[in-house]
Nanobody
Framework: QVQLVESGGGLVQAGGSLRLSCAASGRTFSNYAMGWFRQAPGKEREFVAAISLGGISTDYAGSVKGRFTISRDNAKNTLYLQMNSLKPEDTAVYYC????????????????????WGQGTQVTVSS
């Protein structure tokens, strides 16, 4: 059974930083692309970033490019999201997800392509 557990969320002032982690189990982690999504109150879930199997390729939403960095450690089965220069509009519940098809890194912004999700971690950025 696949399990994804996010951690690292919290309350931070605008301009601050947070590092999210996502511990994965139950699947050969290194065979799948991974992604981060977020959902703010009253809004749809939106793509944040994705990373390929070996971590060579990445995708970012335009709103976070240059501020957020996605990375992974396949030896530890862990996905990360380093968030710098945080803004109040980054406030949301952040979710990690596993891409549904092995050895694939396409259409990563589409949440329907991911088949397992974590429970989410709250990130709140105060102004």
């Amino acid at each position: 059974q696949v399990q994804l557990v996010e951690s690292g969320g919290g309350l931070v002032q605008a301009g601050g930083s947070l590092r999210l982690s996502c511990a994965a189990s139950g699947r050969t982690f290194s065979n799948y692309a991974m992604g981060w999504f977020r959902q703010a109150p009253g809004k749809e879930r939106e793509f944040v970033a994705a990373i390929s199997l070996g971590g060579i390729s990445t995708d970012y939403a335009g709103s976070v490019k240059g501020r957020f960095t996605i990375s992974r450690d396949n030896a530890k089965n862990t996905l990360y999201l380093q968030m710098n220069s945080l803004k109040p509009e980054d406030t949301a519940v952040y979710y990690c997800a596993v891409y549904g098809r092995a050895y694939t890194f396409t259409a990563t912004i589409d949440p329907l392509k991911y088949d397992y999700w974590g429970q989410g971690t709250q990130v709140t950025v105060s102004s």
